[in-house]
T-cell receptor, first 114, second 111 residues
């Protein structure tokens, strides 16, 4: 079974530029999550989708971050404009459903904002 | 505010010893508990989950849950240098509420 796919794996941009990340979840997984992980910290949830609807985006900085999952499968996360403090690893995860199900993570995208 | 607390470490154990990793959580309604292993520069990998009070064993790993004390632990027997990683505890409540992750405990197994 293929795991969660993400691209790109690494990205370096200057502050105020924009960037987009892509995620393809495990086949059949209805729920998709985007996390931000800063070095030395646990993953912080940015947004959770159930199929193509948003379940939780309470910690998403909506003035600069946006995410979509239009067809209920792939998802993109965008940052515009980027700030220095956005430097982190962006992890995508998926699970069979919402709630206390086990989540499986993709390899992540390491973003460096200079 | 749901919280999951872990000692950040590093926890150093000699090769072959038992490593004990601990996690406490604040929400008494929590129902599911997960342990993830994260190697440096890699993404978290699920290694254990437990839903009921007591012990659950899988190979060298044992998860222990005590809901009354709001405490979950992970024991690694016969620790190997390859077990050196950060271990993340994650806790889930029912419904649509997403998992809450702790900051992780860094384990170092010394050969």
């Amino acid at each position: 079974e293929a795991g969660v796919a993400q691209s790109p794996r690494y990205k370096i941009i200057e502050k105020r530029q924009s960037v987009a990340f892509w995620c393809n979840p495990i086949s059949g997984h209805a729920t998709l999550y985007w996390y931000q992980q800063i070095l030395g910290q646990g993953p912080k949830l940015l947004i959770q989708f159930q199929n193509n609807g948003v379940v939780d985006d309470s910690q998403l900085p909506k003035d600069r971050f946006s995410a979509e999952r239009l067809k209920g499968v792939d998802s993109t996360l965008k940052i515009q404009p980027a700030k220095l403090e956005d430097s982190a690893v962006y992890l995508c995860a998926s699970s069979l459903g919402t709630g206390p199900f086990e989540q499986y993570f993709g390899p992540g995208t390491r973003l460096t904002v200079t | 505010q749901k919280e999951v607390e872990q000692n950040s470490g590093p926890l150093s154990v000699p090769e072959g010893a038992i490593a004990s990793l601990n996690c406490t959580y604040s929400d008494r309604g929590s129902q599911s508990f997960f342990w993830y292993r994260q190697y440096s520069g890699k993404s978290p990998e699920l290694i254990m989950f437990i839903y009921s009070n007591g012990d659950k064993e899988d190979g060298r790993f044992t998860a222990q849950l005590n809901k009354a004390s709001q405490y979950v632990s992970l024991l690694i027997r016969d620790s190997q240098p390859s077990d050196s990683a950060t271990y993340l505890c994650a806790v889930g409540v029912s419904g649509n509420t997403p998992l809450v992750f702790g900051k992780g405990t860094r384990l170092s197994v010394i050969a």
